[in-house]
């Protein structure tokens, strides 16, 4: 059974920075696509980021862009989210979620993390 574990998120002040990883068990990541997604309180669940699976490319929502960047280490099974100044408007639970085997981004994802929240605030 394929699971994704976020870890843990936490309280950020406005400004500083925070790297979420995302680890799998039961599977080989580097042969999936891995999205991350949030969903702030009172809004529906939004697409973050994405990497693909085979050339590592990778796309961001407007509004994290030059900020959060997604990136994998395969030897450790792992994707990371790297985000940088991080504003109040990011605080959110955050999801990461793999594709199907060997499929890209834009073919949406099938399995999901349970999610790790994010607060961003003085």
């Known amino acids: 059974q394929l699971q994704l574990v976020e870890s843990r998120g936490g309280l950020v002040q406005p400004g500083g920075s925070l790297r979420l990883s995302c680890a799998a068990s039961a599977i080989t990541l580097r042969y999936y696509s891995i999205g991350w997604f949030r969903q702030a309180p009172g809004k529906e669940r939004e697409g973050v980021t994405c990497i693909n699976f085979d050339d590592g490319g990778t796309n961001y929502a407007d509004s994290v862009k030059g900020r959060f960047t997604i990136s994998r280490d395969n030897a450790e099974n792992t994707v990371y989210l790297q985000m940088n100044s991080l504003k109040p408007d990011d605080t959110a639970v955050y999801y990461c979620?793999?594709?199907?085997?060997?499929?890209?981004?834009?073919?949406?994802?099938?399995?999901w993390g349970k999610g790790t929240l994010v607060t961003v605030s003085s």
């Open positions: 979620a793999a594709a199907r085997f060997g499929r890209r981004c834009n073919y949406g994802m099938n399995y």
